[in-house]
C-alpha cells in the first residue's frame, strides 16, 4: 500500500560528540502538501534538510522520502529538488549555461529542458539577464536562479531553504505564487523560513524546531488559537511562545503540551 506521506521520519537523530543537533525528530509530511519548517538559528532546521536530502547521514532514526529510505541517496536525490541557503552555482556560467547544465544532470530531453528554462526565467524575470554570467547577478538573481534549478526537473519533492532571501517583493511574491503552483500540481514542498507571514499564506502545516526538538506542529490556524477559543494571534506570537516554553527547565511536559 502507497504511503500517504511525501516525507517520513522516525526518530531521525544527528549528534556530534556530545552535541545534539537534532534529536528523536518524527515527520510525516503529506503528499502535495506545504510544511513550514520554523526555528530560531541554531535550532537544527539546516541539519535536518540535509539529512532528508542525504547530505548528511543521521546517527540515529530513519527517514523516507517519497517511499524510499534516505540511506538510497541516489534513488532519493531523483525525487527532490533542494534549494539551500547558498544555491550552488558556477560563477563562470551564464545563467542559461547554468540551468542548461542542471538539465543535463537530470536527463531531461533537450527540447522539454529548453521550454521549461525558457519558462522558468521568463517567469522569474530573468530572461533579460539569462545570457550574463552568474557573476554578475545580484544576491536576489542567484537566489532566483537556484530556485528555478531546484525545481527544474519536477521534482516529487522540493526543500527550500529561506527560499524568499535577497528578493525584492515582487520576486518574493513571484516565489510564493510558484510555491502555491507546485502544492497545486501534488508536488510536496518542505519550506524552511524565518519569513512567518510566507508560511502562514502557504503552509497546510507548521512544524516549531527548538533545540534540535519538534516543540509545536499543526495548521497555522490552529497554532495561532492554541492559547485560548478564538484569540486571533499572530503566527509570530505562537512562535515566541512555544520556543520560550521550550526553554523553560521542565520535566519534558511543556513540550508536549506546546504540540
Known sequence: MTSPFAIESTDLSKRYDDEIAVEGLDLAVRHGSVYGFLGPNGAGKTTTI?????????????AKIDGVSIADRDAVRERIGYLPETPPLYPELTGREQLQYVAGLRDLPDAEATERIESLLDRFDLDEDADKR???????????????????????????DEPTSGLDPRAARTVREVIADLAAEDTTVFLSTHILPVVDELADTVGVLFDGDLVAEGPPQKLKQRAETGDERSLEDVFLEVTQEADLPSNGATRTEAR
Open 50 to 62: 540535509r539529512m532528508l536530502t542525504t547530505l548528511l547521514r543521521p546517527t540515529g532514526g530513519e
Open 134 to 160: 552568474v557573476s554578475t547577478y545580484s544576491k536576489g538573481m542567484k537566489q532566483k536562479t537556484g530556485i528555478i534549478q531546484a525545481i527544474l526537473h519536477r521534482p516529487k519533492v522540493v526543500f527550500l
